[in-house]
């Protein structure tokens, strides 16, 4: 079993490699535009899972998914070359979440900034119910009645 330090190097590079041969090497149309966001590889370096996000729509992050699974033997084999290590580590392309966590975090938004106009709004008009200060202050006047040092 490699040390975490090693099988981190090994999937920065894995990460590389697959960036760069999907950029040069890789010639399918339907491949789209690709981006490889996080690899990781097991303790073992034989399995290596790729985290890609695709833009486009849904048809075009399905026809992304199947031209990267016809070209997984290219970029195991380049992997391999790159790498020089005993055994090369088996692909697995897993489309990232990225992107639906982001829609979604930006719906939150939306909807939080248009409750906080319609608070803003609510409140433009609003007086309050009691004094414009409730809380209670020492008086400063004379009206009260000192102790006298006599009674005790």
């Known amino acids: 079993m490699a040390d975490p330090a090693r099988a981190r190097k090994v999937a920065d ?6 960036a760069e ?3 040069h090497r890789v010639k399918d149309e339907r ?11 097991t303790g073992d370096l034989q ?3 790729i985290f ?9 992050r399905a026809a992304s998914a199947a031209a990267l699974e016809s070209a ?16 090369t580590p088996s692909l697995e392309f897993i489309p990232d979440a990225l992107p639906e966590g982001a829609a979604h975090l930006e719906d939150v938004l939306v909807a939080t900034r248009a409750a ?13 119910a009691g ?11 004379d009206d009260d009645p000192e102790p006298d040092d006599d009674d005790a």
């Open 116 to 128: 906080d106009a319609e608070l803003a709004r609510s409140r433009q008009g609003a007086v309050y």
């Open 131 to 141: 004094d414009a200060d409730p809380y209670k202050k020492p008086s400063d006047s």
């Open 13 to 18: 590079r894995i990460k590389v490699v697959v």
């Open 31 to 41: 491949l789209g535009f690709t981006t490889i966001t996080d690899v990781r590889v």
């Open 72 to 87: 997984k033997g290219k970029l195991r084999t380049a992997v391999g070359k790159a790498l020089g290590i005993r055994l």
């Open 21 to 23: 041969t999907l950029e």
């Open 52 to 60: 890609y996000t695709a833009y486009g729509s849904d048809d075009d």
């Open 47 to 49: 399995n290596a899972t």
